[in-house]
């Protein structure tokens, strides 16, 4: 058996710049923990809500909690690390240092789903820091095209990290003994699929392009797209997403009438942004429905959007259909 590399040779390797190896070596430690305190589970105490409630307005469980002190004390400690930005937190934590980088992230993507031992994961994106100043909540707002790499660790029956750095995107798995090796060199996403994620219970509320979509799924060989779909929805975006990666097929959480106000539910700068680029960059497409999500200007911090990712074709179908109105 061929030995597989670790994350260090691998980032050894990389053109990308050695401040920007730095960050991404000390998330992946920090998801390395992460891992076993996920794993952990009721044994640890880790279980269960936390009593409080978020900036999102969403009840905390005790890992929410944990997992973001987690990750908060391993970027303030990483040199490089000018600032960072938590979905479970209302503003910026500056680190004191000026430029390098800027790191948002969501601590544990999928939370409501640890207590019945669901897949649930990290997410986190890195951005250039303004130089010669501390930065400023502003300075995070820049689109996706910025992003000097992203990546999220899915703590599932393997451990996986997958990241995109310069270009491509690779996956490691983690070892028993806590290492991160290679075992996915260059995933990508076939430009056709048969599946299709989405939470079918709010259908009523959708827009009708939306609808429609769906619709033509729905209706297998006999309906106007002619194929039989399965559906797929595991409520955790970084379990979706990593299915998609690793198969194909379309997530979608578009924009309902419940919250008519609120564009999406998913956050722009901790989870469509950075999935987005791993997903063109594994040859797929993610857009807002229309608008590819990387060319969306970010106005606020905790800003949501809809969300339409994966196989391109199936991307593309989801625009003709808004585009129809």
Request: aromatic letters at 6%; proline letters at 6%.
């Amino acid at each position: 058996m061929t030995a597989l590399i670790d994350l260090a040779s691998h980032l050894a390797g990389d053109p990308s710049s050695p401040a920007v190896k730095t960050v991404v070596a000390d998330i992946a430690a920090a998801c390395a923990r992460i891992s076993r305190i996920v794993a952990g589970g009721a044994i640890l105490g880790n279980l269960g809500a936390a009593g409080v409630v978020n900036v999102q307005d969403e009840e905390q469980k005790k890992l929410d909690i944990l997992t973001n002190d987690l990750l908060s004390d391993a970027l303030k400690a990483c040199q490089p690390v000018a600032g960072l930005a938590s979905e479970e937190l209302e503003e910026i934590e500056p680190t004191g240092r000026q430029g390098g980088y800027l790191v948002t992230f969501d601590p544990l993507d999928g939370s409501s789903n640890i207590d019945v031992n669901v897949s649930v994961g990290t997410i986190f994106s890195i951005l250039p820091a303004p130089e010669g100043r501390e930065p400023t909540e502003a300075d995070f707002l820049q689109p996706g095209r910025h992003q000097v790499a992203a990546g999220y660790a899915v703590y599932g029956p393997q451990t996986m990290l997958v990241l995109t750095l310069t270009s491509g995107v690779v996956g490691f798995t983690l070892s028993a003994d806590d290492q991160w090796l290679l075992t996915h060199a260059a995933p990508t996403i076939a430009p056709d699929a048969a599946e299709f994620a989405i939470n079918v219970s709010n259908q009523r509320h959708w827009a009708a392009p939306i609808r429609r979509y769906v619709d033509g799924c729905l209706a297998g060989k006999e309906g106007p797209r002619a194929k039989n779909f399965n559906m797929r929805w595991v409520a955790s975006m970084v379990a979706d997403v990593h299915r998609i990666l690793m198969r194909g097929g379309i997530f979608l959480y578009p924009w309902d009438a419940r919250e008519p106000t609120k564009p999406g539910k998913l956050r722009l700068m901790y989870e469509a942004n950075p999935m987005a680029l791993i997903v063109e960059r594994a040859g797929g497409k993610a857009t807002d429905g229309v608008t590819p999500i990387l060319d969306l200007a970010p106005t606020k911090l905790h800003q949501r959007v809809p969300v339409v990712l994966g196989s391109a074709n199936e991307v593309d179908e989801v625009a003709r259909e808004s585009a129809a109105g």
